[in-house]
């Protein structure tokens, strides 16, 4: 014996169509607009707080799931973060603009340069600066924390750098679990990707169950599920399934897919 519903769909199908589209367009999306993170400007050092972080507190974005922090960074010639301690966090900086060196207690000494990242697992417990060594243009970049998965591990230091040869490619897996296709390595069930495409320009990325996303737009414009996102901008969701990433204009990003 049919239910009414499945009566009423068997006899005007196209109605089952449009219920089936409008599950589709039921897909949750939430955005984070750059103008509504928390600012500090300290004079050398000018950083915009997706999330709560240090004097910025707002308990609706404390984080998304693993993801803890995204600081937008601008510092100035010359100037840096002095030495300070971290521990049971991952953290990485990717640079956008100008130079970044790194030092810290486990005798790594790097200079990144644009595109570059550095991945540093805090764990039991680690010092670092980071330093803009350029006397005339400012360093900017992204800095980000994401908790690991179990404290008190071992600290380390990797680093990622862009294949000459994938350059062009509009998705580039930057940072995962298990260092495949020469990511750097994460303590954590997380998968960072690199989008970096042209106007007009798609690439399409599939949400496991269980799963959050969350893209962070660096520069230019994409459109996510009929909603534009611009560069500072972030849009994330937890809808499992496929979903599509279209530039308006030249754009680059951070896709994060999280346990």
């Known amino acids: 014996m049919l239910t009414q519903a499945k009566w009423y769909f068997r006899f005007f199908p196209h109605r089952a169509s449009l219920r089936r589209s409008q599950k589709i367009n039921l897909m949750k999306t939430t955005i984070r607009k ?20 240090a004097d910025y507190y707002d308990p ?27 521990r049971n966090m991952e953290i990485f900086s990717f640079l956008v ?8 207690s486990m005798g790594n000494g790097r200079v990144l ?11 039991s417990g680690v010092t670092h600066s980071e330093f803009n060594p350029n006397a005339d243009q400012e360093a900017h970049l992204l800095q980000i924390w994401i908790l690991p998965r179990q404290a008190n591990l071992t600290p380390s ?17 930057v940072i995962s679990p298990d260092g495949r296709d020469g990511s750097a390595t994460i303590h954590q069930d997380a998968d960072v990707y690199r989008l970096r495409l ?3 320009q798609s690439v399409n990325h599939f949400l496991g169950v269980d799963r959050g996303l969350w893209l962070q737009v660096i520069r230019g414009s994409i459109e996510v599920d009929g909603r534009t996102v611009e560069a500072g901008d972030a849009i994330s969701t937890e809808t499992a399934g496929a979903w599509t990433f279209r530039a308006s204009a030249d754009s680059e990003a951070l896709l994060f897919d999280l346990r």
Do not use: C
């Open 97 to 104: 603009e100008g130079q970044l060196e790194h030092k810290d």
């Open 157 to 173: 230091y990797t680093e990622w750098h862009p294949d000459p040869a994938r350059e062009n490619e509009a998705k580039v897996l």
């Open 60 to 86: 609706q974005h404390m984080g998304f799931r693993s993801l803890r922090v995204i600081n937008q960074d601008r510092i100035a010639p010359g100037r840096g973060f002095g030495t300070h301690p971290h």
């Open 113 to 123: 340069s644009p595109g570059q990242i550095q991945l540093m697992s805090a764990g």
């Open 198 to 200: 042209e106007a007009g």
């Open 34 to 53: 750059a103008n509504e993170r928390g600012h500090a400007n300290h004079g050398w050092l000018d950083s915009w707080h997706t999330f709560s972080f």
